[in-house]
């Protein structure tokens, strides 16, 4: 059964596909697998947020998706606890963080294939959300090297 054709949707019929593979290995054996993978990015810009609550955490991320559409590729959010083990570990992230604080961090990365446009966005963005007072603190990486 060689079903790697183009097509994506296909309502004619049994699906076989589903059939072999419900089958657990009775009716045949799986050879080859086709994998449709997503471009590698031209463009990555990541940013790190300082937050007081879990309520501004999704505040952000409803602005995020809002805001950002379509060159949001990655929301990360952590407590204080976590950001405790990261400071033994790695050091500080924020310089205005306080020992102890139970605040929440929030990363983000966005993806897309113009620089300028995605920048643009991003900058908006944390315009915003800074001006609406929901974000503590915060740092834009400014290379590939604070990025990873």
């Given at each position: 059964?060689?079903?790697?054709?183009?097509?994506?949707?296909?309502?004619?019929?049994y699906d076989l596909k589903q059939l072999?593979?419900?089958?657990?290995?009775?009716?045949?054996v799986i050879t080859a697998?086709?994998?449709?993978?997503?471009?590698?990015?031209?463009?990555?810009?990541?940013a790190c947020f300082q937050l007081d609550s879990f309520a501004k955490v999704q505040q952000v991320f409803k602005a995020a998706r809002?805001?950002?559409?379509?060159i949001l590729s990655a929301y990360e959010f952590w407590d204080g606890e976590c950001e405790k083990l990261l400071q033994e570990h790695q050091?500080?992230?924020?310089?205005?963080?306080?020992?102890?604080d139970s605040s929440f961090c929030v990363l983000i990365e966005t993806a897309g294939s113009c620089a300028v446009h995605d920048e643009e966005k991003l900058n908006k963005f944390l315009?915003?959300?800074?001006?609406?007072?929901?974000?503590?603190?915060?740092?834009v990486a400014q290379d590939q090297k604070q990025q990873k």
């Open positions: 059964m060689k079903d790697m054709r183009g097509l994506r949707k296909d309502n004619t019929g072999f593979i419900g089958s657990e290995g009775t009716l045949g697998a086709a994998i449709q993978a997503v471009p590698e990015p031209k463009n990555t810009n990541v809002e805001e950002l559409g379509e050091g500080k992230i924020f310089q205005n963080t306080i020992d102890g315009e915003n959300v800074m001006k609406d007072g929901i974000v503590k603190d915060g740092i």
